[in-house]
């Protein structure tokens, strides 16, 4: 694979384009694992519709980012976070925490419970492991010297053991891919001794060198960084010559099938911390939907989507499988039609960034919530908490 190749698969626009070529063999037909009915997704935009205007009747929708986890209830801990006076040291604090923060946010499983004693509430899923990680961080589990930061050597030796006590893992409180998540933060601790001061923080300074001028990043330059700089993370990942494909996927009707789920959840997460920081990221529509199980979960449990495949919903299915993949492909592409229909109605131009957040994630969880009680997504993937 050529480098000009590669630079195509960490493209936003080569998943989109991807996701569109998808969409099309699903319209004609020629997919083994999913019906399409689109008729129903005016249907589903209207739940979206409806939850952004309840939950933002001003439609000042912020953007979809790891940061809005960190608040529960009146209590906000982004908040309350420790901050270096220096605009720069504390753009390498936020960048530090973020960081580490969304690498821990693949799903948490169902059963998975974290309890705040501080905030004294029991939480789950994305807002416990929001919590969990920022407590963690707090408290010095990433750094050598105990303060809150994330230092190549603390993460660098840190064993699964640690990050379980730390997310209150037990038999009884199982969290998903613990072992997984434990690896993730060792290769991250690696990679940034690379990077300035051997902290994870050094990837402001990283971004910093590639911004214009005015001080502005594009979005896509953002997403090329961060899948050049973290591409050894994924050591599970498809290779070609030697360098790490990342959330990139054979499907042999169409060849390679991009997502970069999590670093574009990343991409995002960072775009107010940066801003806070003297960095502007433009362009950022250029990203893409995240293709990821709350999203997907949303066109399956809104029947836009129907798996064909026998017994899909007791088999668990690998994320590399053609009936994930497709799921993924449809789901980058369909919510990129929802969301035209919902800027549509709401008669502002709201960016995706802000679509998924008001939103198309929201209203995965609703209906989630209310088709099963345990909130699972409808489809059940094997996931080692690096994917999703």
């Known amino acids: 694979m050529t480098v000009s190749e590669l630079d195509l698969l960490r ?17 004609q037909q020629e997919l083994t694992g999913w019906k399409i009915c689109l008729d129903k997704l005016p249907a589903v935009a209207a739940v979206v519709i409806e939850l952004t205007r309840s939950r933002f009747p001003d439609l000042k929708v912020p953007v979809h980012g790891r940061r809005l986890h960190f608040k529960v209830g009146n209590a906000d801990l982004w908040q309350t976070r ?35 004693l501080q905030l004294k509430e029991e939480l789950t899923r994305s807002e416990g492991l929001a919590v969990a990680s920022f407590r963690a961080w707090e408290e010095g589990l990433f ?24 997310f209150q893992v037990t038999d009884d409180n199982p969290l998903l891919g613990i072992e997984g998540r434990a690896a993730l933060l060792r290769s991250l601790g690696r990679v940034s001794a690379g990077w300035p001061g051997r902290r994870v923080g050094g990837l402001y300074d990283v971004l910093s060198d590639h911004t214009a001028p005015d ?11 961060l899948l050049t700089e973290l591409a050894p993370l994924w050591p599970d990942s498809p290779m070609a010559e030697g360098e790490f494909l990342g959330d990139v996927w054979p499907y042999p009707p169409l060849g390679m099938v991009p997502f970069h789920k999590l670093i574009q ?41 129907t798996p064909v495949t026998p017994q899909w919903q007791t088999t668990r299915h690998p994320v590399s499988s053609p009936l994930v993949v497709e799921w993924r492909a449809l789901t980058v592409a369909l919510i990129s039609r929802l969301a035209e229909m919902v800027r549509g109605e709401l008669g502002v131009g709201l ?30 993937v094997i996931s080692n908490g690096t994917i999703f």
């Open 265 to 305: 959840w990343l991409a995002y997460s960072l775009i107010e911390p940066l801003h806070m920081a003297g960095i502007t990221v433009t362009e950022v529509d250029r990203l893409t939907p995240l293709a990821e199980y709350r999203n997907g979960g949303l066109l399956i449990d809104g029947g836009v989507l």
């Open 143 to 166: 750094s050598d010297g105990g303060l809150p930061r994330a230092e190549s050597g603390a993460l660098s030796n840190l064993a699964a053991e640690e990050l379980a006590d730390g």
């Open 11 to 27: 493209h936003p626009d080569t998943i989109r384009r991807q996701a569109d070529r998808m969409l099309a063999l699903a319209e």
């Open 82 to 116: 420790p901050l270096p006076k220096a605009r720069s040291q504390a753009g390498r604090s936020d960048v530090e925490l973020i960081v580490v923060s969304v690498l821990l946010d693949g799903g948490s499983g169902h059963r998975w419970r974290f309890a705040d």
């Open 351 to 380: 960016s995706m960034a802000q679509i998924l957040e008001g939103g198309t994630w929201a209203a995965g969880r609703k209906l989630a919530a209310a088709a099963r009680p345990d909130r699972r997504p409808p489809l059940r």
């Open 215 to 225: 001080g502005s990043l594009s979005a896509v330059t953002l997403l090329r960084i």
